[in-house]
């Protein structure tokens, strides 16, 4: 892994003189097929290692005046796809649930099962020290440890390997077995052009998403204040019942005597005098 060691910052930071898309456009160039091949290690898996990259990429296109000004844009983006292509998330995605098939030789299949057998944090460690070349501080501070647990991670890796294979205690070997590996696989990245057409359009996106929230947020605030009562209304308090006044009752059925009487009425409206006329003056 030639490339991997950390370069000076003339090197490795474009120069000031250059647009910012010609900048990420250098330090793409300058650090993607690397990283690819050194996440690869991480993962194991070819697809994810190119997709924790560009999406480390796209971050850094996304944040570009806080990156162009890093000390160390380099490092910068290899602690984003390291911690993108570690994301425990993974094991959820389908895609990501199968084994990949493993490296044609035998070493390389046993010296990648040694590594993925390690602990993420030990494996990240491992490969950032021994690696990639971060002296031991620098390896704490990526990783997010303290200096002396940074160097049991590292001692504890190293013998992990070495007990599986010990033609690899020393660390030299190992370091040049790694970048064997990482070399024997065929690992592609996008260009960067699509890269910053990916995170352009992820920023579009999320743009427009919170200005859609927004406007939902103002409008029923608006809605509310406009439906809502402007003044106390008392509630209505439980029904109660009024004491002294009868129940309303149906009428039943008449008697003989009550039938009687109605039939004879009947027939006297029917058959009854002639009415009363006046007699004029």
């Not at 070819?46 to 162009?68: C, D, G, K, T």
């Amino acid at each position: 892994m030639t490339q991997q060691s950390p370069a000076p910052a003339d090197e490795a930071v474009p120069s000031a003189t250059l647009t910012p898309t010609q900048a990420f456009d250098a330090l793409y160039a300058f650090c993607a097929p690397a990283l690819v091949r050194q996440t690869y290690l991480l993962t194991g898996r070819r697809e994810l290692a190119r997709e924790a990259v560009e999406r480390a990429f796209q971050l850094a296109w996304q944040n570009w005046p806080q990156v162009a000004r890093d000390r160390d844009p380099a490092g910068w983006v290899r602690a984003v796809a390291h911690e993108c292509a570690l994301s425990p998330w993974h094991r959820f995605r389908l895609r990501y649930r199968q084994p990949e098939a493993p490296p044609a030789g035998a070493a390389d299949r046993a010296l990648l099962e040694a590594l993925l057998q390690l602990p993420p944090t030990y494996r990240r460690t491992l490969l950032l020290y021994d690696g990639v070349g971060l002296d031991l501080p620098e390896t704490a501070a990526e990783t997010e440890a303290s200096t002396p647990a940074a160097a049991r991670r590292l001692t504890h890796a190293r013998q992990a390997v070495a007990d599986r294979l010990p033609e690899l205690a020393d660390p030299a070997a190992l370091n040049r077995r790694m970048a064997e590996l990482a070399s024997a696989e065929i690992l592609r990245s996008a260009q960067p052009p699509a890269v910053r057409g990916c995170a352009e359009r992820q920023t579009r996106f999320w743009t427009r998403s919170a200005l859609a929230f927004t406007a939902t947020i103002i409008a029923a605030t608006t809605l509310t204040l406009r439906t809502a009562p402007t003044h106390y209304e008392a509630p209505i308090g439980p029904a109660r019942a009024i004491s002294g006044v009868p129940a309303e009752v149906g009428l039943g059925p008449l008697s003989a005597g009550e039938r009687a009487l109605e039939a004879k009425l009947r027939r006297s409206a029917e058959n009854g005098p002639e009415r009363v006329v006046p007699l004029a003056r």
